[in-house]
């Protein structure tokens, strides 16, 4: 098992900074990719990022490409999303997860599917205004 909990969501306006953070424990020696979706009322689950734990490469949906990174702390099995230039648009609940896969899989070509990933947090509220 492994259990997410992230943190960092508030209410800024539109062009501002905001950096969520996501603390994995338990089996974290079993994660091999960590992902930010986000789901706005009435819409899908949607990808937002992706990070390869070990290695660290990473993926970004195009609507947030250029205004957000994010990044892994291996020892303090964490990782961030720090979001700049947020827009009205980017508001939405924020979660955090976790693919831990059990065999051979393309993570590569899968990274932006809600079904890659294994475990969830309970997610952040992120709400822009214009």
């Known amino acids: 098992q492994v259990q997410l909990v992230e943190t960092g969501g508030a209410l800024v306006q539109a062009g501002g900074s905001l950096r969520l953070s996501c603390a994995a424990s338990?089996?974290?020696?079993?994660?091999?990719?960590m992902g930010w979706f986000r789901q706005a009322p009435g819409k899908e689950r949607e990808f937002v990022a992706g990070?390869?734990?070990?290695?660290?490469?990473?993926y970004y949906a195009d609507s947030v490409k250029g205004r957000f990174t994010i990044s892994r702390d291996n020892a303090k099995n964490t990782v961030s999303l720090q979001m700049n230039s947020l827009k009205p648009e980017d508001t939405a609940v924020y979660y955090c997860?976790?693919?831990?896969?059990?065999?051979?899989?393309?993570?590569?070509?899968?990274?932006?599917?809600?079904?890659?990933?294994?475990?969830w947090g309970q997610g952040t509220q992120v709400t822009v205004s214009s």
């Open positions: 338990g089996r974290t020696f079993s994660i091999y990719a």
């Open positions: 990070i390869i734990w070990s290695g660290g490469s990473t």
């Open positions: 997860a976790a693919d831990t896969p059990t065999g051979f899989h393309n993570y590569r070509s899968n990274y932006g599917r809600p079904t890659t990933y294994d475990y």
